[in-house]
Every structure is written in structure tokens, then in C-alpha cells.
């Protein structure tokens, strides 16, 4: 357009290509939405421009796609509306892909500005074919790159997760099955894994499949990078922005929530999210396990761990008894009990250490044993019971007489917990 900025002001008349120039700007507007300006009077209309407006800011920048694979999608803006000539903070784009992709980030390059990289909107890498060919899609542009906004794609609470099943695979290694998502720790960025992995939790962290995943600087008392018999250790997805291809995976320690520990030795890796939990026996070995398939939450021993073989119930206060169960967890453990003696019926209490004690009583307790005149007598009874900070739980009966024998079968872990 023209600048006239003063020059009314400086001279008596403009030329005539002066004040063309101005119009035939206004009428390229009007045109280029398709109507086409009155060429005399009586009555143009007068409301052109502001429909042509009107057409501009309503339609978002649309673009044919023309890529031929699902990494790269090249748009070219159709018609005779003007194109833009660079990408601004909010620009909105529309296009239908002829390619879902097949990349976690692909690209897109509207009117030759430049091949920009498309993200989830939270700013996770996308998962291969959340692009469907042929469906419609709508990215933002943010600053650096374009943001998918498809409603079903937006943040999913900082607690979900789907998949990352993962199973024992031999006596120092774990298999993560492919096709899992999750939200990251901080609950920023979607995190998921195309391809199965294994790690091997005796050999120190290395990126990559059938790598290792212990930490070399952990010292759990044996020296830094030794792994240690008969504990617990945290299991962890791990998840690289600039990459976004695949996660990886490893152990920590109790203590080490954060996974700071391993993020030490996997330094290319910015985010974290535990997926599990995994415990040795005495040969630093991996307990046998497995995932219930209909609750991922619930892992069961293959075999139940006899934590208790016949010991003496405790009478007057609560005992504190550890099992074979991640803290902070819920305990799925069965208790038999044996009763002898001149008392008839017992009454007993298993609870969190963090419960207050109470004393067993007949409208206090949550398991009993009733015996008859001829014979001592057993009886067993299953519950899940809230796991203490060391793997611990609290039991107490009311009067002496009791064996018991107690087997977790499994527990709870509350993987929606990040």
C-alpha cells in the first residue's frame, strides 16, 4: 500500500495513480474473497470490505497436503486468498494428511516457510498415528513449533497411564511389552514406548535393549554400582525431549523417589515416571512375578511368600511383622492361625503401622479363631492391609494361644501415582 501519511496536507491534489493505488488495494481485499465489487452506482454495496474482512479472520490457514510419507507434511495454501509469509505466535493451521504418521515428530512445512516439528499440546512427541490420513487436524503454532490441539489429545491427567506392563524375563532382567503411555512425573509431558525393551538390573546403566539399568554410583552398603540381595528397588520409565522415539528404562533405590541415582548415569534423559517395583532375593536375583492382566495395579508372587511359619501371635501390644511387599503399598496376605490353650475364642488385629494400635475386641478386630473342647483348630482369612515405610504391617491378639502363619500373596501399587 501506498503511504499518503501528510501529503493532503503538503499539496492542493493527489494524482490520480496516487489515489488508485489505494483503492486497487482495497478492491484486491474484496476480490480475492470472491465478490466482485459494483462497477457503478446507484446502491453499491457498501459492506465489501468488511465481509472480505470478515472472510480472512474467520477461516484458519488452510493448507492441501502434499507429503509422501508420514515424517514430513507439506502444505500449500489454495485459492486466491493472500498466503501467509511467516509463522506468528498463535497462527492456526487445518490440513488432512494423506500419510498418519509414522514418527513420533514429524514436520510441517506450510507455503515454503520452513519445516516446522508437530507436537502433542503439552509438548510430548506425538505417537505414531495420532495424525490419521484423511481426518482433519488443527495445529497451533507456539513460538518453536506447531501443537496438535485434537481434544483427545490434550493432557491427560498427571497420574494416567495405560500399558508399560513389564514381566520377568530371566533371573537379572525385565521385559517391558510395547504400546504403553504415560504422563511424566511432573505431569508435563506424555511419555510412551513404541518397541518392547529389556534391562538387566545387575549390570550398569547403558542405553538401549538388553542393556543395563542399575545405577553405578548407587551404594546400598556393598559399594557404588552393587546391586543388593534381599531389597527393593524402584523401576523407572525414562523419557528424552529431544528425542521423543522411545523411552527407556531403569532402577533406583527406595529412597530415591526422584531417580536421581539413575537420571545420574542417563544424563541424555529428562523426565521420569516409576512404573514398578522389583525385589531381590538372596541371590540378587529378580523375584518371580507377574501382572494381572485385568488390573496392572495388582502383582502377584508366583509363589506366595511365607513371611510367617508359626510364630506365636503377639499379646498386650502391637507387633510389627515385615512381608514381601514394596512400601507404601497394599498387602494382599492370608493369615492361618492355630489356636490351644483354656481360651475358646480369639480375636485379633492386622493393620498399617500408621493405623493408631488398637486393642483387639470382640467389635475391634478384623480376624478370629474359635476352637472346640476336643481339639485345637485353624482357620485362615485373606486381607489386604496399607504396607509402612519399611515394609512393615501391625498385628496383636487378645489373649495368648495363637500360631500363625502368614503368606503375601501379592500387592497393590498404585501406578496412577506418579
Known amino acids: 500500500m501506498l503511504d499518503l501519511n501528510d501529503k493532503v496536507d503538503s499539496v492542493d491534489e493527489l494524482p490520480a495513480e496516487e489515489w488508485n493505488n489505494q483503492e486497487s488495494e482495497m478492491l484486491y481485499v474484496i476480490t480475492e474473497t470472491g465478490q466482485t465489487p459494483a462497477a457503478s452506482p446507484p446502491d453499491p454495496d457498501q459492506h465489501q470490505l468488511g465481509k472480505a474482512i470478515a472472510n480472512y479472520v474467520s477461516r484458519a490457514v488452510y493448507g492441501t497436503e502434499s507429503g509422501s510419507d508420514g515424517t514430513a507434511y507439506i502444505l500449500t495454501p489454495p485459492g486466491a486468498f493472500q498466503k501467509a509469509t511467516a509463522y506468528w505466535l498463535g497462527m492456526i493451521v487445518v490440513f488432512k494428511p494423506n500419510y498418519s504418521n509414522t514418527i513420533g515428530n514429524p514436520t510441517v512445512n506450510y507455503n515454503s516457510l520452513g519445516a516446522k516439528n508437530i507436537r502433542r499440546m503439552e509438548g510430548g512427541f506425538l505417537q505414531p498415528g495420532d495424525l490419521q490420513a484423511g481426518v482433519y487436524h488443527r495445529l497451533i503454532y507456539q513460538g518453536t513449533n506447531f501443537r496438535l490441539l485434537d481434544p483427545r489429545f490434550h493432557s491427560q491427567p498427571r497420574g494416567y497411564i495405560d500399558g508399560f506392563l513389564h514381566s520377568r524375563e530371566s533371573a537379572i532382567s525385565v521385559n517391558v511389552a510395547s504400546g504403553g503411555r504415560c504422563m511424566a512425573s511432573d505431569g508435563t509431558v506424555m511419555m510412551y514406548n513404541e518397541a518392547e525393551m529389556t534391562k538387566e538390573i545387575d549390570a550398569a546403566w547403558s542405553a538401549g535393549d538388553d542393556a543395563g539399568g542399575y545405577p553405578s554410583t548407587l551404594d546400598l552398603g556393598a559399594g557404588a554400582g552393587v546391586l543388593m540381595p534381599n531389597l527393593w528397588y524402584r523401576f523407572f520409565a525414562l523419557w528424552e525431549d529431544d528425542d521423543g522415539e522411545d523411552v527407556d528404562y531403569g532402577w533406583d533405590s527406595v529412597a530415591n523417589s526422584d531417580a536421581s541415582a539413575l537420571l545420574a548415569d542417563a544424563t541424555d534423559y529428562n523426565r521420569y515416571r516409576q512404573i514398578g517395583w522389583h525385589r531381590t532375593g538372596g541371590a540378587t536375583t529378580i523375584r518371580h512375578y507377574h501382572q494381572d492382566p485385568d488390573n496392572p495395579n495388582y502383582i502377584l508372587w508366583d509363589v506366595p511368600e511365607a513371611d510367617l511359619t508359626n510364630q506365636a501371635a503377639t499379646v498386650g501390644s502391637r507387633g510389627v511383622r515385615t512381608i514381601t511387599a514394596p512400601?507404601?503399598?497394599?498387602?494382599?496376605?492370608?493369615?492361618?492361625?492355630?489356636?490351644?490353650?483354656?481360651?475358646?475364642?480369639?480375636?485379633?488385629?492386622?493393620?498399617?503401622?500408621?493405623?493408631?494400635?488398637?486393642?483387639?475386641?470382640?467389635?475391634?478386630?478384623?480376624?478370629?479363631?474359635?476352637?472346640?473342647?476336643?481339639?485345637?483348630?485353624?482357620?485362615?482369612?485373606?486381607?489386604?492391609?496399607?504396607?509402612?515405610?519399611?515394609?512393615?504391617?501391625?498385628?496383636?491378639?487378645?489373649?495368648?494361644?495363637?500360631?500363625?502363619?502368614?503368606?503375601?500373596?501379592?500387592?497393590?501399587?498404585?501406578?496412577?501415582k506418579a
Open 327 to 416: 512400601p507404601y503399598c497394599r498387602a494382599d496376605i492370608s493369615v492361618t492361625m492355630s489356636a490351644s490353650g483354656a481360651t475358646y475364642q480369639f480375636v485379633g488385629l492386622i493393620t498399617a503401622i500408621a493405623q493408631t494400635a488398637t486393642t483387639p475386641a470382640g467389635g475391634a478386630h478384623n480376624i478370629s479363631i474359635a476352637r472346640d473342647d476336643s481339639d485345637l483348630s485353624a482357620s485362615a482369612t485373606r486381607l489386604v492391609v496399607n504396607v509402612g515405610a519399611n515394609s512393615t504391617i501391625g498385628e496383636e491378639f487378645d489373649a495368648a494361644g495363637v500360631a500363625i502363619w502368614l503368606n503375601t500373596l501379592g500387592y497393590y501399587y498404585n501406578r496412577g
